[in-house]
């Protein structure tokens, strides 16, 4: 079974450069036809979808994020990670990965983001 796990900054200034890593068990990122993704819950809000890296390593991301984010792998370690740029507060968020496959998904358990001076 794929399992997942975030890890990363809790508290992050506005402004400054934000990066989680996603550590997969159970399963490799480069399996076919497996989608990495990242996705994130701002306190009241529903989830919001920031982009994936696919199996081959093609990556698609928010419109609306695509100019601060970028996601890497990393095939040696079995990871993938999230960066995204110029925090602002509103940024705040629980930050999840996730994986997908057909009916199949996993889920990590989500790292809390703060961004606050």
């Known amino acids: 079974q794929v399992q997942l796990q975030e890890s990363g900054p809790g508290l992050v200034k506005p402004s400054q450069t934000l990066s989680l890593t996603c550590t997969v068990s159970g399963g490799s990122i480069t399996t076919g036809y497996y989608a990495w993704s990242w996705i994130r819950q701002p306190p009241g809000k529903g989830l919001e979808w920031m982009g994936v890296i696919l199996y081959d390593g093609n990556t698609h991301y928010s419109p609306s994020l695509k100019s601060r984010t970028s996601i890497s792998r990393d095939t040696s370690k079995n990871q993938f990670s999230l960066q995204m740029n110029s925090l602002k507060p509103e940024d705040t968020a629980v930050y999840y990965c996730?994986?997908?496959?057909?009916?199949?998904?996993?889920w990590g358990q989500g790292t809390q983001v703060t961004v606050s001076s």
């Open positions: 996730n994986v997908r496959s057909g009916f199949f998904t996993s």
